[in-house]
């Protein structure tokens, strides 16, 4: 996905690495450190940074590639193929976040504020939180000052928290922020409305979904031969319905690939087991195909689990 790169500098709770050259670091061995280091399991963000200007973000969940701004291909292996065909000296910065702050950064990341650039120095602030207070609305504030951004998420017109870079705050210390860090020149955005959590489907997810997809296809072609023809037919109809797969493409030779991330990737699960089941309903021995994809998928079931497939590993056809 493509999204807006912001200039401040966002919140974090601790830096891994801190404007490292891109030829000083193994990407595809960064991107797997979750599995190998426990360290590197929590929230996170990469920013890829071209002469101190942002170009893109790598959104990590649980240490997991989730999202990417900035780049709209399919992808990890490909965005890190695009950054190392980009001729620009480009830099990492690995940071990591506290608990609950993705979800305020991806919607700094992919939404327009309702109201921008709103001036401390004439009371902007200061009236938009009055007016949400006694509203008792729910929305994000993006306070910034100072060259660094903090987002303060607000629940019907409460505020517990706030949190910019290297620290997080709760209780008074947020009064504190708006009195003693706001001078003349800080800047806010607005954004109307509760902020929603993460879908459970990421790109690693999807990957995931999509790898488990032909891994089963292949297993059934040796004695299904004609189960890639009618692949194509029953995925051509769904994907009129079904908007995740828009972004995805069916070959007979090379199976099920991403040609972008999916917009809609909360709706993945469903499909997916829906074109699974569609697909087994025309095997002689529907049953036995359903099998076959939890027989096959075996070794992955609690991460497809994790991503919403649980269904289709009790071979039910309902």
């Known amino acids: 996905m493509s999204g807006i790169v912001s200039r401040e500098i966002l919140p974090y709770s601790r830096t891994f690495l801190e404007k490292v050259p891109l030829q000083f670091v193994n990407l595809d061995e960064l991107v797997k450190g979750a599995l190998d280091h426990r360290s590197l399991a929590g929230d996170a963000y990469w920013q890829i940074d071209a002469l101190n200007e942002p170009v893109a973000y790598l959104i990590l969940r649980n240490g997991r590639p989730y999202r990417i701004v900035g780049y709209s291909g399919p992808s990890v292996n490909a965005f890190i193929t695009w950054l190392r065909r980009d001729n620009r ?25 309702v109201l921008q650039d709103l001036e401390n120095g004439r009371g902007d602030i200061m009236s938009v939180l ?27 017109g409460r505020i517990n928290s706030a949190f910019g870079p290297g620290s997080a705050v709760t209780g008074k210390a947020i009064q504190q922020l708006f009195s003693e860090q706001l001078d003349e020149s800080s800047l806010a955005d607005y954004y109307p409305g509760p902020t929603g959590q993460l879908s459970q489907v990421g790109i690693a997810e999807a990957q995931l979904i999509v ?23 029953v995925f051509t109809a769904m994907k009129s319905k079904e908007v995740c797969f828009g972004s995805l493409s069916y070959d007979p030779e090379d199976g099920m690939f991403l040609e972008a991330l999916p917009v809609e990737t909360d709706k993945m699960p469903a499909a997916f087991s829906a074109l699974v089941k569609s697909l087994a309903r025309k095997h ?20 497809l689990s994790t991503a919403g497939l649980a269904p289709l590993f009790e071979g039910s056809l309902n």
């Open 130 to 156: 009055k007016s949400v207070r006694k509203l008792g609305e729910s929305g994000l504030l993006k306070l910034r000052t100072g060259g660094t951004a903090t987002l303060i998420p607000i629940e019907e």
């Open 89 to 113: 000296e480009l830099t990492l910065t690995y940071r990591f976040v506290e608990d609950g702050t993705l979800p305020l950064l991806l919607r700094c990341w992919t939404e327009d504020p």
């Open 211 to 233: 790898s488990a997809f032909n891994v089963w296809l292949e297993a059934a072609s040796p004695t299904w031969p004609e189960c890639k023809r009618i692949a194509t037919t």
């Open 284 to 303: 002689p021995s529907p049953e036995s195909c359903m099998k076959l994809f939890g027989s096959v998928n075996k070794e992955k079931k609690l991460a």
